[in-house]
């Protein structure tokens, strides 16, 4: 992806307050955007779902990641998380943003 570099780490540490209530599992991933191109990199939460292997998508129920304009040479770092059913399996993180054509992928382990 040009201009933005994502970093992605799982499980990660719920957001503060309170969690929400979830029929499953709450998937947990902690992001990082870093704004390495030249112009300013939207981040949004709801640009992030988990997909299992069964082409289930489950999209974002908690987040603690701002929804902003990140300038240029800026970062922000932030948790997202999703209800996934217990018996769901080989999930992967997909990153789809909203505006523009960038994706990502991400298995989780």
């Not at 704004?35 to 289930?56: E, K, L, Q, R, T």
Request: glycine share 10%; net charge negative; no cysteine.
């Amino acid at each position: 992806m040009a201009g933005v570099r994502l970093t992605v780490r799982s499980p990660a540490v719920p957001p503060s307050g309170e969690p929400p209530a979830v029929a499953g599992r709450l998937v947990l991933v902690d992001v990082d955007y870093r704004n390495v191109g030249s112009a300013p990199v939207i981040v949004d939460p709801y640009d992030w779902s988990v997909v299992d292997a069964s082409g289930n998508v489950y999209v974002e129920v908690t987040s603690d990641l701002p929804q902003r304009d990140l300038p240029r040479g800026a970062s922000v770092r932030g948790v997202v998380g999703f209800d996934v059913p217990p018996s769901a399996r080989g999930l992967v993180l997909r990153f789809a943003a909203e505006l523009g054509d960038a994706t990502a992928t991400v298995p989780l382990g």
